[in-house]
């Protein structure tokens, strides 16, 4: 019987060493070695000491935090947060091998709870022998649920465990307080645009072209579509290189970086915090009357593949939370909107919702209904125990007449200025104004109207604003 292979993780090929160094789940181990042509050229670009990463001066510098721990050969319990290509599991990688300490990698998403207890067990084996904790490096720790993250605790407590995250998710929303509060958070950013010409320069090297030039459009177009993702450059580099053997081009020019621009879709996670930054980006230059940045915005989202019914329905909160009555044609066309995207998909529908954001973010704006509402939810909150007016109830049986439903109530209709003096607060909140338009927009005539309407029901405690 041919002996079962370990698993090693699927991005780091031979980093684990012995047999302490086994991680929890991932694909096969392979039976002969691969060849280096085979695999990508940003792993065998991975950098496997300090001076050869690239970026995150404030963490890397001679002063930053985790080139001192790389210095002392130790590890600390912490969570290395970033965007993708930043260098996350490159430094997760350099910790475990400066302190060498055993070490498990693993994907959140392997993990199930029996796991987890086992390697805890394993942990305190180790600890209670050779007083020397276990380092577990979680890739995607934002997907470990509530319950899995507060199986850590004690263990992370009491160094037993060493716990280093990798995630891409905003670990003050991912991770539950109690875990987040025993964990150090390195943020890394995306990587400037001189980090991504040296990145870029190493990698053409290693391919051995350093001998076809790129025009100087081609290589700021590269740069700048890579927008801080180091793996995203040299993913392009790798194509643009194999295109120039294939083609024997002499240089490369825009059209060549822009072919295999177009093969590699923009990175843009639909359900994570990239997500909901475009988003909220697209709505606060809808909300500043920037139609220029609110198009640009929008067509970062459908670049990425966010659901364009999803923005028609961002578009419709915005026109009501935004513009409100000062343009209330705007609820309308947004809806109208999503009904057109619906009826003739894309790409076309969404030039509509192009259509619809210029016409959002070109209206006069007020936020007085939505903030209104708010002040109305909070109101009828603290006072949910008054009691409707008795003259604003129906009397629906005689019974119920008998007892003062309806009684002193003022049908509008019946004066020839539409408003009565009837008040319709309970007794303890007459006098409230909620609603207080201001001087833009069909807000403008509102604020008439209810001038008018004031002066014939009377006066109110509190003037308009």
Not at 373 to 392: C, D, N, S
């Amino acid at each position: 019987m041919t002996a079962r292979k370990r698993p090693v993780h699927p991005r780091q090929p031979g980093l684990l060493g012995d047999e302490q160094r086994t991680p929890v789940e991932g694909p096969a181990e392979p039976v002969a070695a691969t060849p280096a042509e085979v695999i990508p050229l940003a792993e065998r670009l991975r950098p496997r000491i300090p001076d050869e990463f690239v970026g995150q001066a404030h963490l890397m510098r001679a002063s930053g935090p985790i080139r001192q721990l790389l210095q002392e050969r130790r590890v600390v319990s912490c969570v290395l947060w970033g965007p993708p290509g930043t260098g996350k599991t490159t430094l997760a990688a350099m910790m475990a091998r400066a302190c060498a300490w055993p070490t498990v990698w693993t994907t959140a998403v392997y993990l199930t709870t029996p796991q987890l207890r086992k390697l805890f067990r394993r942990a305190q084996d180790l600890f209670r022998t050779r007083r020397i904790p276990l380092v577990i490096v979680v890739d995607e720790v934002h997907r470990l649920n509530r319950a899995q993250q507060a199986l850590w605790l004690p263990w992370v407590e009491r160094g037993i465990v060493v716990l280093v995250g990798v995630t891409t998710e905003n670990p003050s929303i991912a991770l539950i307080p109690p875990l987040l509060s025993r964990l150090y958070v390195f943020r890394l950013q995306p990587l400037a645009s001189e980090e991504l010409r040296q990145l870029f320069q190493r990698a053409w090297v290693s391919l051995g072209l350093e001998g076809i030039p790129w025009e100087t459009d081609a290589l700021e177009a590269a740069l700048t579509w890579a927008a801080g993702d180091a793996r995203r450059l040299i993913q392009l580099v790798e194509a643009v290189g194999q295109d120039v053997r294939t083609r024997d081009l002499p240089a490369v020019d825009r059209s060549v970086v822009q072919q295999w621009v177009a093969a590699i879709l923009p990175v843009m996670d639909r359900g994570g915090e990239m997500f909901y930054n475009l988003i909220s980006a697209l709505q606060k230059s809808i909300r500043n009357s920037d139609p220029d940045a609110a198009l640009y915005w929008l067509a970062r989202l459908v670049l990425g593949g966010a659901d364009p019914r999803y923005i028609a329905r961002r578009l419709i909160r915005t026109a009501v939370e935004d513009i409100g009555l000062t343009e209330p044609r705007a609820l309308g066309m947004a809806v109208d909107a999503l009904r057109a995207f619906e009826q003739i998909g894309s790409p076309e529908g969404e030039l509509v919702l192009a259509w619809v954001t210029v016409f959002l973010a070109t209206a006069p704006k007020s936020h007085r209904v939505y903030m209104a509402f708010q002040e109305a939810l909070k109101t009828a909150e603290a006072t949910a125990g008054e009691p409707v007016p008795l003259h604003l109830c129906n009397p629906v049986t005689s019974l119920m007449e008998d007892w003062g439903y309806g009684k002193g109530y003022q049908y509008a209709h019946d004066v020839e200025a539409g408003v009565t003096p009837m008040e319709c607060f309970p007794e303890a909140l007459q006098g409230t104004r909620f609603y207080h338009p201001t001087a833009r927009g069909m807000e403008r005539r509102i604020r008439r109207w209810l001038a008018y309407i004031r002066k014939h029901r009377g006066p109110a405690e509190n003037p308009p604003q």
